[in-house]
């Protein structure tokens, strides 16, 4: 980055920094690459408010990263308590979601390698919370929560049309 623009940026309160040096000081520190179904979720464990960090701006930039070249689910974490996570998710391909099982699933068992939290947990999402166990016996992971009804539709047949 050109150094005058960094100066300016600095005058504002803008912090600037080379993406692969923050992708290494959070690897030394809280960033949990994982792969986790079909998805890749980049975990981020904070001590803050969730609030405090722009994930509609920074989300997009990191699930298009060259590191991830499959694209990257990217979710930050606040550990409320050893049965207790909030997170927020940029889903890659959708944006910000209300809620997304894999993100919330990863974070738990990463959580819980890291002797931070229990093997169950509560994880609230901006669209709910959800109950999950990862357990000792099998290793499985499983999901509890509610699900609601979104959205219907008709699709136009004519779209079908070339692959029928």
């Known amino acids: 980055m050109d150094e005058g623009l960094r100066s300016e940026l600095s005058k504002q309160g ?8 923050l992708y290494n000081w959070g690897r030394r520190r809280s960033v949990w690459p994982l792969q986790f179904g079909l998805a890749c979720c ?14 509609a701006r920074f989300g997009p930039l990191l699930e298009n990263h060259p590191i991830f070249p499959e694209r ?3 979710t930050l974490a606040h550990i409320v308590d050893r049965g207790h996570i909030t997170i927020r998710t940029w889903e890659r391909g959708a944006g ?4 997304c099982g894999s993100a919330a699933c990863a974070t ?16 609230s999402l901006p ?3 959800l109950a999950i166990e990862w357990r000792e016996s099998d290793d ?9 009804f979104e959205y219907e539709g008709r699709f136009d047949p004519a779209l079908f049309a070339s692959v029928a």
Do not use: C, E, P, W
């Open 42 to 55: 980049a975990i981020a464990m904070i001590a803050t408010t969730l609030s405090r960090y722009d994930l």
């Open 96 to 99: 910000l979601t209300k809620a």
């Open 127 to 129: 669209g709910g919370d």
């Open 108 to 123: 738990a068992v990463a959580a819980a390698r890291l002797k931070r939290t229990n093997r169950t947990v509560t994880i």
């Open 14 to 21: 803008v912090f600037t920094v080379k993406f692969q040096d």
């Open 72 to 74: 990257a689910n990217i």
């Open 140 to 148: 499985h992971v499983l999901m509890t929560g509610t699900a609601d």
